[in-house]
Nanobody, 116 residues
Framework: QVQLVESGGGLVQPGGSLRLSCAASKTLFSNNVMAWYRQPPGKQRELVATITSGGSADYASSVKGRFTISRDNAKNTVYMQMNSLKPEDTAVYYC??????????WGQGTQVTVSS
């Protein structure tokens, strides 16, 4: 079964933190690049961070230094620790798996709202 299930979203005040999790099926997770995207209200989906199977990470400039992507290969799970959250981080966050050939599989998304 091919699936990605995100969790951990919610409402947080500016300056706060959240940790997102994405549990993947082994077929999608093993040896594939995993990524987090987000779609702010009324805007297009954008790439936030990626991590290779070996643990090399890359980030959008807007989140560098505040967000950390990681993966637990034993649990087939990818995480994103989000610190110093800003109102402009408000979005639906999606987990994605990039398989050989470039196709992507998506989770259902989790809402993150940063507001006082």
């Amino acid at each position: 079964q091919v699936q990605l299930v995100e969790s951990g979203g919610g409402l947080v005040q500016p300056g706060g933190s959240l940790r997102l999790s994405c549990a993947a099926s082994k077929t999608l997770f093993s040896n594939n690049v995993m990524a987090w995207y987000r779609q702010p209200p009324g805007k297009q989906r954008e790439l936030v961070a990626t991590i290779t199977s070996g643990g090399s990470a890359d980030y959008a400039s807007s989140v560098k230094g505040r967000f950390t992507i990681s993966r637990d290969n034993a649990k087939n799970t990818v995480y994103m620790q989000m610190n110093s959250l800003k109102p402009e981080d408000t979005a639906v966050y999606y987990c994605a798996a990039v398989v050989p050939g470039g196709s992507q599989y998506w989770g259902q998304g989790t809402q993150v709202t940063v507001s006082s």
